[in-house]
């Protein structure tokens, strides 16, 4: 497997690549200059993060519910636009607002380059308007960013000071990590994390352990289950809560096997087995939602849970750089091999 491993990874641009299972470490391998130690960018891995510090935030009461309108926490945006009370904080986490945004990267109006970039981020929050109600996933930087500020406003801490108090400390992260800010010293809530690779799989190791970290509930397990369940990833499509799932398949030569299969998987996302034929006689594909997650940057940047197999995953780097298949297929397939 290290072999098979070193071998695909090479020419994929990763950086760093780290497999956990068991608290054992399987497999770890660091690529060109990058070290252990090296602080590497996770981009929208940190929504995981953030999504984490609002569970948190709901565990303490300093959320009182997700069902609360933003405009609760952030009540000067109902000046801006009376439909955002229609949002709640679920709404942002699950990517349905409704909230008008523009996230292309090649127009200097857009508020991505403008949160990336910008000397003042709370401000590009705070002009949000709706666009529509809320309802359809659409997958939008500023939803994150304004679960940043309403974490801030809910526990009166700086959303850095929060993570420092909440995670990075009890979960006894080896390194000093660092997060974006702007010229306010705000931090870019949708983004930009940068810690060393272990660090990165610890936060898979605390939603692996139901939000336990040796013997202490960091978040809780209902929290967990609301960002992990497959029947709830199914439900919404392979994105809850700021984590993300992607239909699994299976293929069977014997059509029997096949029906078994479908029928005794206990997730409800399984589809009727499909004939068709691949130059070597009939085969049946299955479709299912596999139990495993993943927190993901732009740039296939994953932090992978498969529960199942008491794995973690961390791929850190560049753009994937192997055409044979996709960076977060690549993880399954990983994970269904150990």
Known sequence: MKRTLDSILAPTHTYSFLIIRNDSILYENYFGNIKPETQLPSFSVAKAFVATLVGIALDEGKIKSLDDPITTYLPELKKRDPNLEKVTIQHLLDMRSGIKSLETSNSPFSNVIKLSFGHNVTKVALKSKTEKTPGEKEYKNLNTQLLGLIVERAT?????????????????????????????????????INATTRDFAKLGRLYLCQGQW?????????????????????????YKNQWWS??????????????????????????????????????????????????????????FVHPTKNLVIVRLGHYWGNSSFGPDAFLYWVGDQL
Not at 162 to 183: C, F, G, H, R, V
Not at 290 to 296: F, G, H, L, T, V
């Open 246 to 303: 992607r239909p699994s398949t299976r293929t069977f030569r014997d059509s029997t096997e096949a029906y078994t299969f479908s029928q005794s998987t206990p997730y409800p996302s399984v589809v009727n087995a499909r004939p068709g034929r691949d130059g070597r006689g009939r085969f049946y594909r299955v479709a299912y939602r596999s139990p495993a997650y993943y927190a993901a940057g732009v740039l296939n940047q994953f932090v």
């Open 214 to 238: 040796n013997g202490q509930q960091i978040v809780s397990t209902d929290w967990v289950r609301a960002c992990t369940d497959p029947k709830l990833m199914e439900q919404y499509n392979g």
């Open 156 to 192: 009166q801490q700086k959303l850095q000071d929060y993570l420092q108090t909440k995670i990075w400390t009890p979960l006894q992260m080896e390194s000093n990590a660092s997060w974006n800010i702007d010229a306010r010293k705000t931090v870019r809530a949708f983004c930009c």
